[in-house]
């Protein structure tokens, strides 16, 4: 080869390596995508921006459960270096010793990453520390949001937030570990319309994870946005009146707007101050609520099944006309009690025979033992169990032994036993007889509070009722569920209701078995209820409506070992039906004495304390 | 009457449009992600531009000089600067440790960049000596020492990459007559190496005795042909046996690594292997607990290097807007992997482009070269050409993954005063004389 002509073949290695290198260029950047996602990763760092969580207020817009800022001071351990330790500590009103603890604690756990140092600024030192903090560049203040609550009440039905398990991290995208949902009350059920979308910053980060700025120039940042805020049908004043009511007794107490299905108050006794499970303090008094023996953790309203006791009698009356074997002038003697072989079913003295009205205004107890036998005894059915199967059915269309399908987390059915319960308690053929207490509503039977209510709603109603429900609307759409309109008809014809209603109506007047309580002007319906059970006295038990016509509030009131249903659920009751139906809540009772009377009450007796073993620390 | 200046202004365009890019790369690299475009001389990329600034004064006073003046002192600039390298190993020795370069100032002055210069020079000078052709054993022999002398004091600087950049001139020699096969016996030698590495050593030569033997069946008429094919194989077959033994008890671990991280080799597995009979030289325990040190280094480099070019997609993420370049996240960027910054910013097409225009650089200066009418000229532009070439070639190289990492910057681009100086002198003193060829065949008419 001419050696001149050797410069082509310096032209084709330059070709050649310029194929070589654009080949490979393309295979890096175009077909390995591997490399783009890499990089992403590696050099970026996305940053959640929470969004401000939904506000919760009460049926007339009053605040109930809001946000707050909180304010963090954070440092810099790395940066933290000739400033003025003393004068910071003076200001912070922390000893030194205390200070160089906490820097040392955040050095340990990185010195390139902001840790916080003091918790919680108090509003007073927030406000001074931002004239000073220029002076210190190694320490900010971080804004963080925490929940607040209005009321030192309504615990149970607000519910409280908490760190997300790792069970419901795998469930839900959403959360990373670390975030904050509902645990329990409306904070859970309406996590997903309170929480919002969060937000995010993608920030591009050095091999140290240090922060360089925007990445990309911000175009994958996107701006979180509220979670709706909730409007809950309960109402705030009546809430803290039910409060009020039952302080320093154990019981519940559950209202209702009839014709909405909107719950108006759910008030538990013992309760806490949901203010006390927020933030930092959150553990330590979860764990002193857990082992208060007083159970103020314990949603009773929803969850503990109650005997109801003669309220229960509403229903048996009911059933028993629309099974055809009672008719409202159906006449049952009493003296002294039902007795039937050996069973005796006791009774207070009152005049005999008795008509269906009578029986509910004077609670006769072998009325309904008469009614339920001759209910389970209908010659209709093959057998007593037959009888018991269909009546049961009457009872899960008043929304008893299943789930009335209420709007909060951790709903009981209450109890409502199968007939193979029996079968295994009574032998194979058991008979009506075996089963006679239930005709009182004691026994095998127990509903909860909410439940208790929901048939005062049933029979003001005429019938029907609709899903109770805590929340009216949710976001600025007002947006209602559709499940909140829909009616559920009882087994039961409209046509019945009356003179259950007429019954009803006497109890507060005189001859009722409550005729002391009442309200001037209105018609209160109702009908009392004194429960046995094994935990001491009676259970006092009350449920009502009113007024008569057009009802406003349906209301259960229980108050464990009160007595007699007229003791103190009865006046309890008439209390918050007149707090709420007076047009101005400012007015005082009608009835001071007996408002008085209920304040004052005190039956929590005895309870045992136990002594906070995470409190117990040995003194140095 | 004054003479007309006739360089090549499409070599001083493409050379202005690579230095400007350089340093706009620089830039990118270099500064945080909200600062403000501005001059700031502390950083690299303020220094960069002043850097430009003095090649700019001497490639005008390189264009002033006579032309004669570069053949006149060619060995003269070769002592220099080689006594500096030697000054620069004396000292060394006293500071424990190699050094480099010389301290100026802020500024440190490394005359290995030099050397490339000071050798094209007096490779040039002596090849374009009259009665000197790149024949006979005294003229090759004096050619190669005249690049090995300075090559070897580089690498006794432990620069290893600096000292390999002088095998580039055995191009400039293939132009002036060294035989073609040689550069196909060095290839042969790069692949065997490359075999030996990956596979145990038994087999290579096995495969070798099977090549050899089926070559010497069907050419057993003739014998010359015979006496080759045994010749190949038994020199091939202690080439592959001494590699083995030299990669397994002489490189240190470090060098291993690079090797093993450019051949994409895992590097604990393959010592893993290594230890159970794949090699025939056992590797000592102490290298072995001494790698994984080492090891994160260099193949982190090319990771994040190919990270970076991968991020770039099509059209890259524009100027100064790097997402790896801005987190620092390539170690060396502004330097030795300034690469990775056109990879990222300007993507495929970008980087596409980019490579072609520096390529049509290269291809040009060679262009040049051959058209010049002296020896001296032609082996100086031969030797520009091919020092770029081969810079451009293993820095892109590494920086794509497909080379070992070995630490030298891609001319113009890299942030470096010595090096964009040296460079700038090396081409605007080659078309210096290019533009003197025509003004020569202008004073003949």
């Known amino acids: 080869m001419e050696k001149s002509k050797r410069l082509y073949v310096f032209i084709g290695i330059l070709v050649l390596i310029g194929i070589v290198f654009i080949c490979r260029l393309f295979y890096l950047q175009i077909i390995d995508t591997s490399n783009y996602y890499k990089a992403q990763a590696y050099g970026s760092n996305e940053i959640t921006i929470y969004p401000a969580r939904g506000t919760i207020v009460d049926r007339n817009g009053k605040l109930m459960v809001y946000n707050d800022a909180v304010y963090d001071l954070m440092v810099i351990p790395q940066k933290a270096k000739d400033f003025d330790k003393v004068a910071l500590c003076k200001e912070l009103m922390l000893d030194t010793i205390e200070f160089n603890k906490r820097l040392k604690k955040a050095t340990k756990y990185n010195p390139r990453e902001a840790s916080v140092i003091y918790k919680n600024l108090p509003f007073h030192l927030y406000t001074r520390l931002q004239e000073i903090i220029y002076q210190f560049p190694a320490f900010y203040i971080e804004t963080k949001i925490d929940r607040r609550y209005n009321i030192n009440g ?285 005709s009182i509503g004691q026994g095998q039977i127990g509903l909860t509070p909410l439940q208790m209510a929901n048939i005062a709603a049933i029979i003001a109603n005429r019938g029907y009722y609709y899903t109770p429900h805590v929340v009216r609307s949710i976001g600025d759409q007002r947006f209602v569920p559709p499940s909140f309109k829909q009616r559920h008809y009882t087994m039961v014809n409209a046509m019945y209701f009356d003179t259950v209603i007429a019954g009803m109506a006497n109890v507060c007047s005189p001859g009722g078995t409550a005729s002391r309580t009442g309200i001037p002007g209105i018609t209160i319906c109702a009908k009392t209820g004194t429960a046995q059970n094994p935990h001491g006295k009676d259970h006092s038990i009350f449920i009502a409506f009113a007024p008569r016509d057009n009802p406003k509030i349906a209301i259960c009131v229980i108050v464990e070992n009160g007595g007699y249903g007229a003791d103190y659920a009865a006046p309890i009751a008439n209390l918050m039906i007149e707090r709420y139906l007076s047009k101005d809540r400012s007015l005082p009772s009608q009835k001071p004495d007996m408002l008085d009377r209920m304040l004052k009450a005190n039956l929590t007796g005895k309870s045992t304390t136990v002594k906070d073993s995470i409190m117990i620390v040995k003194p140095k | 009457m004054e003479e007309k200046l006739h360089i090549d202004w499409l070599s001083v365009i493409l050379y202005i449009l690579i230095v400007i890019f350089g340093a706009i790369n620089i830039y990118s690299a270099n500064s945080g992600v909200e600062e403000v475009l501005k001059l700031d001389f502390t950083k690299e990329y303020g220094k960069q531009v002043l850097f430009i600034g003095v090649s700019a004064i001497i490639v005008f006073l390189i264009l002033l000089t006579d032309y004669k003046f570069f053949n006149f002192s060619a060995y003269g600039i070769y002592i220099v600067v080689i006594g500096l390298l030697l000054v620069l190993l004396a000292t060394g020795s006293f500071n424990k440790g190699a050094q480099a370069w010389f301290k100026i100032g802020s500024f440190k002055l490394q005359p290995s960049e030099f050397a490339k210069y000071a050798t094209a020079l007096a490779l040039a000078k002596y090849l374009g000596t009259f009665d000197v052709k790149f024949e006979g054993k005294r003229n090759i022999l004096i050619s190669f020492g005249i690049i090995l002398f300075p090559m070897l004091l580089t690498l006794l600087q432990n620069d290893t990459g600096s000292a390999l950049v002088f095998g580039c001139f055995v191009l400039v020699l293939f132009r002036e007559g060294l035989s073609g096969w040689w550069l196909i016996l060095g290839v042969y030698l790069l692949a065997i190496f490359v075999t030996t590495i990956l596979l145990p050593s038994i087999q290579i030569i096995i495969a070798l005795l099977i090549i050899c033997g089926l070559f010497t069946y069907f050419n057993r008429v003739r014998k010359q042909l015979v006496f080759l094919a045994v010749t190949v194989f038994l020199a091939s077959s202690f080439y592959v046996l001494s590699l083995d033994f030299v990669f397994a008890k002489i490189l240190k671990p470090h060098q291993q690594q690079r090797i093993l991280v450019t051949l994409n080799q895992d590097v604990d597995e393959y010592y893993a292997k290594k230890s159970q009979g794949f090699s025939i030289f056992k590797f000592e325990k102490s290298k072995e607990k001494e790698k994984s040190e080492s090891k994160r280094d260099y193949s982190y480099n090319v990771r994040q290097s190919k990270i970076s070019i991968g991020a770039g997609r099509w059209v890259g993420n524009g100027f100064n807007n790097g997402t790896q370049t801005k987190a620092k996240l390539v170690p060396e960027q502004h330097t030795d992997f300034i690469f990775c910054t056109v990879g990222e910013e300007y993507g495929f097409l970008g980087s596409t482009l980019f490579i072609a225009i520096y390529l049509l650089l290269i291809g040009r200066i060679y262009y040049l070269a051959e058209r010049q009418k002296n020896v001296f000229s032609r082996v100086f532009g031969y030797s520009t050409a091919s020092i770029l070439f081969f810079h451009f070639f293993v820095n892109i190289g590494m920086a794509l993954g497909i080379l070992p990492v070995i630490g030298i910057p891609l001319p113009f681009m890299s942030y470096g005063g010595s090096s964009l100086i040296s460079f700038s002198m090396l081409l605007f003193t080659f078309l210096k004389l290019d533009a003197n060829r025509i003004n020569e065949i202008s004073r003949l008419n």
């Open chain 1, 154 to 438: 309504a615990a149970h039905l607000l519910g409280y937030m908490g760190e997300v398990t790792e069970k419901q991290l795998a469930l839900d995208k959403y959360y990373k570990p670390g975030d904050i949902k509902g645990i329990t009350g409306l904070e859970k059920s309406y996590e997903i319309y309170l929480r919002g979308k969060k937000g995010k910053k993608v920030v591009l980060v050095d091999k140290f994870s240090k922060q360089q700025g925007s990445f990309a120039g911000g175009k994958f940042d996107s701006l979180p946005s509220a979670g709706q805020n909730v409007i809950s049908a309960i109402d705030l004043d009546l809430q803290v009146f039910g409060e009020q009511l039952l302080a320093n007794k154990i019981g519940s107490i559950v209202a209702i707007e009839p014709s909405t299905g909107e719950v108006l108050s759910i008030v538990n006794s013992p309760n806490y101050d949901p203010n006390l499970l927020v933030g930092q303090r959150r553990n330590k008094n979860f764990a002193s609520l857990l082992l208060d023996p007083s159970k103020p953790l314990f949603n009773r309203a929803l969850k503990a099944p109650y005997p109801p006791g003669s309220t229960f009698k509403t229903v048996q009356a009911l059933i028993g006309m629309q099974e055809g074997v009672l008719t409202p002038d159906t006449k049952y003697p009493c003296h002294g009690g039902y007795h039937m072989g050996s069973i005796t079913v006791g009774c207070h003295a009152h005049g005999s025979p008795l008509d269906l009205k009578s029986s509910i205004a004077k609670s006769c107890n072998a009325y309904y033992c008469y009614v339920y036998r001759s209910i389970l005894d209908n010659p209709r059915y093959n057998s007593v169990q037959d009888a018991y199967v269909k009546w049961t059915q009457y009872l899960n269309s008043f929304g008893i032994g299943i789930n009335t399908g209420i709007d909060l987390p951790e709903e009981s059915r209450g109890i409502v036993k199968k007939p193979s319960w029996f079968e295994h308690e009574f032998g194979k053929n058991w008979r009506s007889s075996n089963v006679v207490s239930m």
